[in-house]
């Protein structure tokens, strides 16, 4: 079966500094993966999505994630960190084999000082 | 276009009562998911529909909990009876197709925040 693991469940880092949020997966063969992002009572909403093309993917506010088959990972990053990044975000994989369900990660809190 | 729809957005109820919630998705969306997340965690599917028919319920505690998505469009989530532990959020979303490659992108609902007292 496929997973993914958050390896930090809180991350906090001061406003203007690079963001690091690590995942890693696990699966028998090349995944989609996905990261979402949770505000306080919002939604769930994708910031960027990797179905084995370009292992660098770009998303939405200036967020990207390089997928690494190497090391099983799906980092999310951003250069410079704003007040309204401060959120949930969740790491997941789609299973191949149970038709494209999503599998979501424990979730990683980012809190942004000013 | 208009979002995921969900109703109510908070729910306090006594264990052992039945508590409803619904969803109206983005219209043309043809799957239908509903998620509980429970604080602290990831969420996990509970029941995804393709149109009205049921594509996957193993997850879904069927002694408790139904779903029916009737005419393919709205959806509605029932719990009967509540137990303690259904305290948690349940998410509503939808896609536009089912692709079994695994390239689903869902739009989630704000979600409905149920409390079992």
């Known amino acids: 079966a496929q997973s993914v693991t958050q390896l930090d469940s809180h991350v906090s880092v001061s406003e203007g500094t690079p963001v690091l949020l690590r995942c890693n997966y696990s699966?028998?063969?090349?995944?989609?993966l996905f990261w979402y992002v949770q505000h306080p009572n919002k939604g769930l909403q994708l910031l960027l999505k990797y179905t084995s093309a370009a292992t660098l993917v770009k998303g939405i506010n200036g967020f990207e994630a390089e997928f690494k088959k190497s090391e099983t990972s799906f980092h999310l990053t951003k250069p410079s960190a704003h007040m309204s990044d401060a959120a949930e975000y969740f790491c997941?994989?789609?299973?191949?084999?149970?038709?494209?369900?999503?599998?979501f990660g424990q979730g990683t809190e980012l809190s942004v000082k000013p | 276009e208009a979002g995921v729809a969900q109703s109510p957005r908070y729910k306090i109820i006594e264990k052992r009562q039945s508590v409803a919630f619904w969803c109206n998705p983005i219209?043309?969306?043809?799957?239908l998911y509903w998620y509980q997340q429970i604080l602290g965690q990831g969420p996990k599917l509970l029941i995804q529909f393709q149109n009205n028919g049921v594509v996957d319920d193993s997850q879904l505690p069927k002694d408790r909990f139904s779903a029916e998505r009737l005419k393919g469009v709205d959806s509605t989530l029932k719990i009967q009876p509540a137990k303690l532990e259904d305290s948690a959020v349940y998410l509503c979303a939808s896609s536009p197709e089912r692709r079994a490659s695994g390239a689903n992108v869902l739009t989630f609902g704000a979600g409905s925040r149920l409390t079992v007292l």
């Open positions: 219209s043309g969306h043809a799957t």
């Open positions: 699966s028998s063969y090349s995944p989609s």
């Open positions: 997941v994989v789609s299973d191949y084999n149970q038709g494209g369900k999503l599998i």
